[in-house]
């Protein structure tokens, strides 16, 4: 079955840093045109953070985490991550890994998601 995994999230203070990973399974079953970074925080809607467009390596941002957050993938392209720098107490939340089917540029759309990873927590203290 084709699945996204997350790993990497944790505590940290203020100002430091964390790198999360999302590794897709069974890769050849999975539209390929698009990764993405989502983040839910409790009463809010999930929101989106950061995506690639795999083939061309377009990036395109949430304005809040512009400058400071970075995605990429490996060269094999199965594998994506998320570097998150200069991390603060709003940036706490569940970060999901998603596969994007179309409007990669679209950050914030959840319409054009077609698997979703299981989420892995990410704490910033002040």
């Known amino acids: 079955v084709p699945r996204l995994e997350e790993s990497g999230g944790g505590s940290v203070q203020a100002g430091g840093s964390l790198r999360l990973s999302c590794a897709a399974y069974?890769?050849?079953?999975?539209?390929?045109?698009?990764w993405g970074w989502f983040r839910q925080t409790p009463g809010k809607e999930r929101e989106g953070v950061a995506r690639l467009y795999v083939n061309v390596g377009s990036t395109y941002y949430a304005p809040s985490v512009k400058g400071r957050f970075t995605i990429s993938q490996n060269s094999a392209k199965d594998t994506f991550y998320l570097q998150m720098n200069r991390l603060q107490p709003d940036d706490t939340g569940i970060y999901y890994c998603a596969a994007v089917s179309y409007n990669c540029d679209r950050v914030n759309d959840l319409d054009n998601v077609d698997l979703w990873g299981q989420g892995t927590q990410v704490t910033v203290s002040p």
């Open positions: 069974e890769s050849f079953r999975i539209s390929k045109f698009c």
